[in-house]
Protein backbone atom coordinates (compact mmCIF):
# COMPACT_ATOMS: atom_id res chain seq x y z
CA UNK A 1 0.00 0.00 0.00
CA UNK A 2 2.83 2.68 0.64
CA UNK A 3 4.31 1.61 -2.78
CA UNK A 4 1.20 2.65 -4.30
CA UNK A 5 0.76 5.50 -2.41
CA UNK A 6 4.43 6.28 -3.06
CA UNK A 7 3.60 6.31 -6.96
CA UNK A 8 0.05 7.92 -6.34
CA UNK A 9 2.14 10.84 -4.73
CA UNK A 10 4.97 10.69 -7.37
CA UNK A 11 2.11 11.04 -10.35
CA UNK A 12 0.32 13.94 -8.43
CA UNK A 13 3.98 16.01 -8.36
CA UNK A 14 4.36 15.17 -11.96
CA UNK A 15 0.68 16.62 -12.68
CA UNK A 16 1.55 20.08 -10.94
CA UNK A 17 5.16 20.13 -11.97
CA UNK A 18 2.88 20.04 -15.88
CA UNK A 19 1.12 22.60 -14.60
CA UNK A 20 3.86 25.29 -13.75
CA UNK A 21 5.95 24.36 -16.72
CA UNK A 22 3.10 24.42 -19.26
CA UNK A 23 2.68 27.99 -18.02
CA UNK A 24 5.74 29.39 -18.76
CA UNK A 25 4.81 29.47 -22.49
CA UNK A 26 2.49 32.06 -21.24
CA UNK A 27 5.04 33.94 -19.62
CA UNK A 28 7.24 33.81 -21.72
CA UNK A 29 5.59 35.15 -24.65
CA UNK A 30 4.12 37.89 -22.14
CA UNK A 31 8.13 38.83 -21.51
CA UNK A 32 9.68 38.80 -25.28
CA UNK A 33 7.42 41.62 -26.88
CA UNK A 34 8.51 43.96 -23.65
CA UNK A 35 12.05 42.54 -23.02
CA UNK A 36 14.64 41.20 -24.36
CA UNK A 37 14.19 37.54 -24.48
CA UNK A 38 17.68 36.47 -23.88
CA UNK A 39 18.48 38.48 -20.86
CA UNK A 40 15.20 38.17 -19.74
CA UNK A 41 15.78 34.30 -19.35
CA UNK A 42 19.91 34.75 -18.41
CA UNK A 43 18.12 36.43 -15.62
CA UNK A 44 15.70 33.84 -14.65
CA UNK A 45 18.24 31.11 -14.94
CA UNK A 46 20.63 32.80 -12.32
CA UNK A 47 17.95 33.05 -9.64
CA UNK A 48 16.77 29.68 -10.52
CA UNK A 49 20.42 28.68 -10.48
CA UNK A 50 20.98 29.99 -7.43
CA UNK A 51 17.89 28.37 -6.05
CA UNK A 52 19.54 24.94 -7.12
CA UNK A 53 22.50 25.42 -4.81
CA UNK A 54 20.61 26.76 -1.97
CA UNK A 55 18.42 23.84 -2.02
CA UNK A 56 21.37 21.32 -2.76
CA UNK A 57 23.43 22.86 0.38
CA UNK A 58 20.44 22.55 2.34
CA UNK A 59 20.13 18.25 1.45
CA UNK A 60 23.85 18.07 1.61
CA UNK A 61 24.31 17.44 -2.07
CA UNK A 62 26.48 20.39 -2.82
CA UNK A 63 29.76 18.38 -3.38
CA UNK A 64 32.61 18.76 -6.05
CA UNK A 65 32.93 15.58 -7.73
CA UNK A 66 29.27 16.41 -9.60
CA UNK A 67 31.58 18.76 -11.69
CA UNK A 68 33.94 16.09 -12.68
CA UNK A 69 30.97 14.06 -14.46
CA UNK A 70 30.42 14.33 -18.14
CA UNK A 71 26.83 13.45 -17.74
CA UNK A 72 26.56 16.55 -15.61
CA UNK A 73 28.03 18.66 -18.26
CA UNK A 74 26.36 17.33 -21.28
CA UNK A 75 22.51 18.03 -19.58
CA UNK A 76 23.95 21.23 -19.55
CA UNK A 77 25.02 21.82 -23.21
CA UNK A 78 21.51 19.76 -23.76
CA UNK A 79 19.32 21.70 -21.70
CA UNK A 80 20.78 24.73 -23.27
CA UNK A 81 19.98 24.32 -26.46
CA UNK A 82 16.11 23.51 -25.25
CA UNK A 83 15.91 26.65 -23.63
CA UNK A 84 17.85 28.64 -26.71
CA UNK A 85 15.56 27.41 -29.16
CA UNK A 86 12.35 27.65 -26.51
CA UNK A 87 13.05 31.32 -26.55
CA UNK A 88 13.47 32.22 -30.34
CA UNK A 89 10.47 30.29 -31.24
CA UNK A 90 8.04 32.01 -28.42
CA UNK A 91 8.80 35.36 -30.10
CA UNK A 92 7.69 34.07 -33.65
CA UNK A 93 4.85 31.64 -32.88
CA UNK A 94 2.06 31.43 -30.35
CA UNK A 95 2.30 30.06 -27.09
CA UNK A 96 -0.71 27.94 -27.21
CA UNK A 97 1.12 26.34 -30.77
CA UNK A 98 4.21 26.36 -28.91
CA UNK A 99 3.05 24.34 -25.99
CA UNK A 100 1.37 21.77 -28.80
CA UNK A 101 4.57 21.39 -30.67
CA UNK A 102 6.42 20.74 -27.42
CA UNK A 103 4.27 18.03 -26.64
CA UNK A 104 5.32 15.96 -29.39
CA UNK A 105 8.88 15.41 -27.43
CA UNK A 106 7.31 12.01 -26.45
CA UNK A 107 7.00 10.99 -29.86
CA UNK A 108 10.59 12.06 -30.47
CA UNK A 109 11.14 9.70 -26.82
CA UNK A 110 9.99 6.54 -28.43
CA UNK A 111 12.23 7.28 -31.77
CA UNK A 112 15.30 8.23 -29.78
CA UNK A 113 14.52 5.08 -26.98
CA UNK A 114 14.89 2.51 -30.64
CA UNK A 115 17.85 3.73 -31.87
CA UNK A 116 19.98 4.67 -28.92
CA UNK A 117 18.92 1.80 -26.82
CA UNK A 118 17.54 -0.79 -29.47
CA UNK A 119 13.78 -0.94 -27.60
CA UNK A 120 11.66 -2.13 -30.23
CA UNK A 121 8.70 -0.31 -31.61
CA UNK A 122 5.15 -1.93 -31.58
CA UNK A 123 2.62 -1.20 -34.70
CA UNK A 124 0.87 0.69 -32.21
CA UNK A 125 3.22 2.94 -31.91
CA UNK A 126 3.90 3.10 -35.53
CA UNK A 127 0.47 4.57 -36.27
CA UNK A 128 0.64 6.74 -33.18
CA UNK A 129 3.69 7.94 -34.79
CA UNK A 130 2.27 8.67 -37.75
CA UNK A 131 -0.74 10.08 -36.35
CA UNK A 132 1.80 13.02 -34.38
CA UNK A 133 3.45 13.91 -37.11
CA UNK A 134 0.40 14.30 -39.30
CA UNK A 135 -0.94 16.61 -36.44
CA UNK A 136 2.09 18.44 -36.09
CA UNK A 137 2.05 19.36 -39.79
CA UNK A 138 -1.65 20.35 -39.08
CA UNK A 139 -0.81 22.85 -36.28
CA UNK A 140 2.26 24.49 -37.67
CA UNK A 141 1.08 24.49 -41.43
CA UNK A 142 -2.42 24.34 -41.27
CA UNK A 143 -2.42 22.82 -44.70
CA UNK A 144 -1.57 26.37 -46.53
CA UNK A 145 1.76 25.79 -48.73
CA UNK A 146 1.85 29.75 -48.41
CA UNK A 147 2.96 29.41 -44.76
CA UNK A 148 5.92 28.39 -45.59
CA UNK A 149 6.91 31.49 -46.46
CA UNK A 150 5.95 33.21 -42.91
CA UNK A 151 7.85 34.02 -40.04
CA UNK A 152 5.83 31.55 -37.76
CA UNK A 153 6.54 28.24 -39.23
CA UNK A 154 10.41 29.24 -38.20
CA UNK A 155 9.17 29.84 -35.11
CA UNK A 156 7.30 26.37 -35.22
CA UNK A 157 10.60 24.81 -36.27
CA UNK A 158 12.69 26.21 -33.26
CA UNK A 159 9.96 24.89 -30.89
CA UNK A 160 10.30 21.05 -32.62
CA UNK A 161 13.81 21.44 -32.13
CA UNK A 162 13.24 22.52 -28.63
CA UNK A 163 10.64 19.24 -28.12
CA UNK A 164 14.14 17.07 -29.79
CA UNK A 165 16.32 18.14 -27.24
CA UNK A 166 13.55 17.82 -24.24
CA UNK A 167 13.21 14.45 -25.44
CA UNK A 168 16.82 13.33 -25.14
CA UNK A 169 16.60 15.09 -21.86
CA UNK A 170 13.35 12.14 -20.66
CA UNK A 171 15.83 9.66 -22.79
CA UNK A 172 19.15 10.31 -20.25
CA UNK A 173 18.09 11.21 -17.07
CA UNK A 174 17.66 7.55 -15.79
CA UNK A 175 20.92 7.18 -16.76
CA UNK A 176 21.82 10.37 -14.89
CA UNK A 177 20.13 9.79 -12.17
CA UNK A 178 22.15 6.59 -11.46
CA UNK A 179 25.30 8.83 -11.05
CA UNK A 180 23.92 11.73 -9.22
CA UNK A 181 20.69 12.66 -7.09
CA UNK A 182 18.13 14.31 -8.77
CA UNK A 183 18.74 17.90 -7.54
CA UNK A 184 22.62 17.21 -9.02
CA UNK A 185 21.62 16.44 -11.81
CA UNK A 186 18.71 19.97 -12.33
CA UNK A 187 21.50 22.22 -11.60
CA UNK A 188 23.26 20.26 -14.39
CA UNK A 189 20.79 21.49 -16.72
CA UNK A 190 20.41 24.83 -15.79
CA UNK A 191 24.18 26.12 -14.96
CA UNK A 192 25.34 26.89 -17.67
CA UNK A 193 22.02 28.64 -19.17
CA UNK A 194 23.16 32.39 -17.04
CA UNK A 195 26.22 32.73 -19.13
CA UNK A 196 25.36 31.14 -22.65
CA UNK A 197 21.71 32.93 -23.05
CA UNK A 198 23.58 36.48 -22.07
CA UNK A 199 26.11 35.51 -24.41
CA UNK A 200 23.68 35.42 -27.09
CA UNK A 201 21.75 38.64 -26.00
CA UNK A 202 24.91 40.73 -26.26
CA UNK A 203 25.80 39.28 -30.01
CA UNK A 204 22.40 40.05 -31.07
CA UNK A 205 21.55 43.95 -31.31
CA UNK A 206 18.35 45.71 -31.29
CA UNK A 207 16.50 43.45 -28.79
CA UNK A 208 15.69 45.83 -26.42
CA UNK A 209 16.73 45.51 -22.60
CA UNK A 210 15.19 44.65 -19.47
CA UNK A 211 14.18 47.02 -16.25
CA UNK A 212 13.18 46.59 -12.45
CA UNK A 213 9.38 46.13 -13.91
CA UNK A 214 10.81 42.72 -15.24
CA UNK A 215 11.48 41.42 -11.85
CA UNK A 216 8.03 39.53 -11.00
CA UNK A 217 8.47 37.98 -14.38
CA UNK A 218 12.14 37.16 -13.76
CA UNK A 219 11.16 35.28 -10.19
CA UNK A 220 8.31 33.40 -11.78
CA UNK A 221 10.17 32.35 -14.72
CA UNK A 222 13.33 31.20 -12.94
CA UNK A 223 11.65 29.12 -10.10
CA UNK A 224 8.02 28.46 -10.65
CA UNK A 225 9.00 27.19 -14.48
CA UNK A 226 12.00 26.33 -14.13
CA UNK A 227 14.15 25.14 -11.43
CA UNK A 228 11.11 24.00 -8.86
CA UNK A 229 8.66 22.18 -11.72
CA UNK A 230 12.53 20.22 -12.63
CA UNK A 231 13.32 19.29 -9.48
CA UNK A 232 9.92 17.79 -8.79
CA UNK A 233 9.77 15.75 -12.20
CA UNK A 234 13.45 14.18 -11.57
CA UNK A 235 12.68 13.57 -7.75
CA UNK A 236 9.58 11.92 -9.24
CA UNK A 237 10.75 9.86 -12.02
CA UNK A 238 12.18 7.05 -10.34
CA UNK A 239 9.20 6.21 -8.42
CA UNK A 240 6.76 6.01 -11.87
CA UNK A 241 9.43 5.28 -14.58
CA UNK A 242 10.58 7.14 -17.93
CA UNK A 243 6.73 6.29 -20.05
CA UNK A 244 4.67 6.67 -17.43
CA UNK A 245 6.42 10.27 -16.38
CA UNK A 246 6.57 10.97 -20.26
CA UNK A 247 2.42 10.11 -20.74
CA UNK A 248 1.76 12.68 -17.66
CA UNK A 249 4.08 15.19 -18.37
CA UNK A 250 2.08 15.60 -22.11
CA UNK A 251 -0.56 17.78 -19.56
CA UNK A 252 1.70 20.18 -20.11
CA UNK A 253 0.98 21.04 -23.77
CA UNK A 254 -2.71 20.94 -22.31
CA UNK A 255 -2.20 23.47 -19.79
CA UNK A 256 -0.48 26.04 -22.07
CA UNK A 257 -3.10 25.94 -24.17
CA UNK A 258 -5.83 26.63 -21.88
CA UNK A 259 -3.59 29.27 -20.33
CA UNK A 260 -2.60 30.86 -23.53
CA UNK A 261 -6.43 31.35 -24.14
CA UNK A 262 -7.30 32.42 -20.89
CA UNK A 263 -4.49 34.98 -20.11
CA UNK A 264 -2.99 36.02 -23.74
CA UNK A 265 -6.57 35.98 -25.44
CA UNK A 266 -5.51 33.90 -28.04
CA UNK A 267 -7.55 32.12 -30.02
CA UNK A 268 -8.04 28.26 -31.40
CA UNK A 269 -8.95 27.64 -34.49
CA UNK A 270 -10.18 24.16 -35.95
CA UNK A 271 -6.66 23.23 -37.47
CA UNK A 272 -4.94 23.99 -33.92
CA UNK A 273 -8.04 22.03 -32.45
CA UNK A 274 -7.90 18.90 -34.58
CA UNK A 275 -4.05 18.73 -34.49
CA UNK A 276 -3.68 18.96 -31.01
CA UNK A 277 -6.25 15.87 -30.80
CA UNK A 278 -4.27 14.18 -33.09
CA UNK A 279 -1.03 14.78 -31.52
CA UNK A 280 -2.64 13.87 -27.98
CA UNK A 281 -4.02 10.46 -29.14
CA UNK A 282 -0.45 10.19 -30.60
CA UNK A 283 0.79 10.65 -27.65
CA UNK A 284 -1.29 8.30 -25.65
CA UNK A 285 -0.71 5.60 -28.30
CA UNK A 286 3.23 5.82 -28.03
CA UNK A 287 3.52 6.01 -24.21
CA UNK A 288 0.99 2.94 -23.80
CA UNK A 289 1.79 2.26 -19.81
CA UNK A 290 2.27 -1.03 -21.45
CA UNK A 291 5.26 -0.48 -22.91
CA UNK A 292 3.74 -0.41 -26.52
CA UNK A 293 3.70 -4.31 -26.68
Known sequence: MNRMDDRDKAVGITMISS???????????????????????????????LACFVY???????VRSIFKMRMFWFGSLLNTCLVS????????????AGGLIIGTNVLFVAIFSHF?????????????????????????????????SHGQLVGDLFMLGSALCIALVVIFT??????MKYEQWTLGLHILLPF????????????????????PLILYIGLVCTTIPTIM???????????????????ESTFSVVLSVFLLGESLDAFIVVGALMTFAAIFLVADLEGGK
Open 233 to 251: WTGALPKIGMVTSATVLML
Open 56 to 62: MAYNGTL
Open 19 to 49: LMLGSSYVAIKMGVGAFDPFYLSAAAMVFGV
Open 116 to 148: LFKEGISRKRLIGLALGFLGLVTITTKWDVEVL
Open 196 to 215: TLLGVGLMIPDQGGIGMNAI
Open 85 to 96: CQYIGLTMTTAS
Open 174 to 179: PRALKQ
